[in-house]
T-cell receptor, first 114, second 111 residues
Framework: DSGVTQTPKHLITATGQRVTLRCSPRSGDLSVYWYQQSLDQGLQFLIQYYNGEERAKGNILERFSAQQFPDLHSELNLSSLELGDSALYFC?????????????FGPGTRLTVT | LAKTTQPISMDSYEGQEVNITCSHNNIATNDYITWYQQFPSQGPRFIIQGYKTKVTNEVASLFIPADRKSSTLSLPRVSLSDTAVYYCLVGGSGSARQLTFGSGTQLTVLP
């Protein structure tokens, strides 16, 4: 158990819909990262937040957005869903933002868009 | 943006040492190299991290040559439970650096 929690574990929704994935980092970790893992794209970094502020952006679509709240939990919002958005979404946390901090990954949310 | 290249798959037998190499030709001066292990439908798990030369912990060693354009993860005496995908990650050294995972190497340990 990494100490990172993600909800829900599974999510099935239809194209065009909007969903919210939730992540609670390990106690004491200030950075939260979001990743998308699909069969054909591998593990893709989406975005990083540190103590409520966006710090790094990866291959995140404009239809996707994220935020980190004062209690440090984070939410990833996916809108206008397409079939290709079906994937495993992982959240990870680390203690800091500068430097190569070890990331602790959550169990993931499996999103299926039908 | 540091792009990484790894072998797609490797096979080994129990008890053998396994070396997985990652190529990262355009690694930045401040980038570190980190390796993760992932089992099916689970989040990646940290194995080891380094900047240069050699790093060793209780589960693996990481060898990084002077030019830092590649790195090699060494797993001593693998067991069946080491069958997993291994990812090489370069970056994480600054607040705005993208974190690039390699394509991953599927290691299969055979009895």
């Amino acid at each position: 158990d990494s100490g990172v929690t993600q909800t829900p574990k599974h999510l099935i929704t239809a194209t065009g819909q909007r969903v919210t994935l939730r992540c609670s980092p390990r106690s004491g970790d200030l950075s939260v990262y979001w990743y998308q893992q699909s069969l054909d794209q591998g593990l893709q970094f989406l975005i990083q937040y540190y103590n409520g502020e966006e710090r790094a952006k990866g291959n995140i679509l404009e239809r996707f957005s994220a935020q980190q709240f004062p209690d440090l939990h984070s939410e990833l919002n996916l809108s206008s869903l397409e079939l290709g958005d079906s994937a495993l979404y992982f959240c990870a946390s680390s203690v800091g933002v500068q430097g190569p901090y070890e990331q602790y990954f959550g169990p993931g949310t499996r999103l299926t868009v039908t | 943006l540091a792009k990484t290249t790894q072998p797609i798959s490797m096979d080994s037998y129990e008890g053998q040492e396994v070396n997985i190499t990652c190529s990262h030709n355009n690694i930045a001066t401040n980038d570190y190299i980190t390796w993760y292990q992932q089992f099916p439908s689970q989040g990646p798990r940290f194995i080891i991290q380094g900047y240069k030369t050699k790093v060793t912990n209780e589960v693996a060693s990481l060898f990084i040559p002077a030019d830092r354009k590649s790195s090699t993860l060494s797993l001593p005496r693998v067991s069946l439970s080491d069958t997993a995908v291994y990812y090489c990650l370069v970056g994480g050294s600054g607040s705005a650096r993208q974190l690039t995972f390699g394509s991953g190497t599927q290691l299969t340990v055979l009895p």
